[in-house]
């Protein structure tokens, strides 16, 4: 991306067990999790069509940046959190809320969002 060669891992385990995913990476003597790792995850506490980068922090109740970073035994890498907005009403299960697919207001808020995004993907890999 922009000139700068990217590796993009998708865990094929359970979202809580996402940390598993970064076994290759952490042994690589030259992988510095604070420099060479951005993490991508749905954040229910922002609404649709927002999202945060952060160079670093906590998990925040999500399970799989706990996961993360009891993997990397460390908060120091990057997370951009993707809103998907709070629980709706009549729904009662967070997996099955965040496994369903967008409705189509959701998908059009997402797609607006993506060139901020990438924007912002774009900033922290020249940082």
């Known amino acids: 991306m922009a000139g700068i060669p990217v590796r993009v891992l998708k865990p094929t385990t359970y979202m809580n067990r996402s940390g598993a995913a970064l076994a290759s990476l952490r042994a690589d003597p030259a992988f510095d999790a604070a420099r060479d790792l951005l ?6 506490q922002l609404p649709v069509g927002t999202f945060r980068l952060r160079t670093e922090g906590s998990a925040g109740g999500h399970n799989g940046l706990k996961s993360i970073e009891g993997a990397l035994q460390s908060q120091q890498y990057a997370r951009l959190r993707i ?3 709070p629980l709706p009403e009549g729904i009662s299960d967070w997996a099955d809320y965040v496994l369903a697919p967008f409705d189509p207001e959701q998908v059009e808020q997402v797609e607006a969002l993506m060139p901020q995004m990438v924007d912002a993907v774009d900033r922290w890999l020249r940082a």
């Open 39 to 44: 993490i991508l995850v749905d954040d229910f």
């Open 83 to 85: 809103g998907v907005g």
